[in-house]
């Protein structure tokens, strides 16, 4: 008998052991579909992109858009690198540094980047033939302007900050359709709202407030404008407010106190008459009948 006790033991703790084995191990792999892993896109080499597109963004000189836009699309998909990136007027541009920053991941093929840029400007003689004379820049290639043209105002420098999105393309990081915009804070999602319609009535109502809501941001006194809560930085009078077309508002379903505005935002370099239109998403809340701005960034629907 104490023979048999023992055989009768060593099958029970046997039993005993496979059935941790199965629940532990073989069960959770039998009957359950693994979560996909998630890997970010590479994080310097985002950043590399998106500083290498300000860069080349950020300089301009009469009569060279042809050679900056052919630069600007080698690192774009798009209309990132088309009409909505060429500046307007008679200025001298040059990015002097460019410190790409923070990101925020969308998924694991699209982020947006906070770079930083220190630019140089500079505004041509008054008549049109010592403009002629003085344009040495003009035989460089690429979008780079070279040093100030002879004869020229030199206005100094002064820092702006740009929020890039950026993704992957055919195993390399470029800038995403939507093209870089103006912002003072960090990278932030602005996406469509779900189940999002255009309200006319909302969209006629609100094209004042972001009007006013953008000349603000421009000179950082957005305090009054901004949802409660919300800090906006703003971009320090780098540039001025010049126009906002093709504005509208998407309301999410069954909500009708926040939502999503796009339009295209025109900038003028404080001091000079340098121009640039940016697509822009601007998240709208309402609070006792008023709208409010609670975020800008990249029009994510332009892509």
């Known amino acids: 008998m104490p023979g048999l006790w023992l055989w009768v033991a060593r099958v029970a703790v046997a039993v005993i052991f496979l059935a941790g084995l199965n ?154 359709s939507e093209g870089t915009v103006f912002a003072g804070e960090a990278p932030q999602l602005i996406g469509e709202p779900v189940g999002g319609q255009v309200d006319s009535k909302v969209t006629t109502g609100t094209q004042s407030v972001a009007t006013s809501l953008l000349t603000a941001y421009a000179s950082s006194d957005v305090a009054y404008l901004a949802a409660p809560g919300v800090s906006l930085a703003g971009l320090h009078s780098a540039v001025s407010f010049v126009s906002l077309t093709g504005w509208s508002v998407s309301l999410p379903a069954g909500s009708a106190t926040s939502g999503t505005g796009t339009g295209l935002v025109t900038w003028q370099l404080t001091g000079t008459d340098l121009r640039i239109a940016q697509p822009y998403a601007i998240a709208l809340t309402s609070s006792q009948s008023r709208w409010y701005g609670a975020a800008l960034g990249p029009d994510q629907s332009a892509q």
């Open 23 to 176: 629940q532990v191990f073989i069960k959770p792999f039998r009957g359950t579909t693994m979560a996909a892993v998630v890997v970010p896109m590479n994080a310097a080499a985002s950043q590399q992109a998106a500083a290498r597109y300000v860069s080349d963004y950020l300089s301009f000189f009469p009569g060279r858009g042809p050679a900056q836009l052919t630069v600007l699309q080698n690192d774009a998909i798009g209309s990132a690198g088309a009409a909505v990136a060429q500046w307007v007027g008679t200025g001298y541009l040059r990015a002097d540094a460019v410190l790409p920053g923070q990101m925020t991941f969308v998924d694991s093929n699209h982020a947006v980047v906070a770079v930083a840029a220190r630019i140089h400007l500079a505004m041509p003689p008054a008549q049109p033939a010592q403009r002629i004379a003085s344009s040495t820049a003009a035989a460089l290639p690429g979008a780079d302007p070279g040093p100030v043209p002879a004869g020229w105002t030199d206005l100094g420098s002064r820092w702006i900050e740009l929020n890039v999105p950026v993704q992957m393309s055919n195993g390399a990081v470029l800038v995403s």
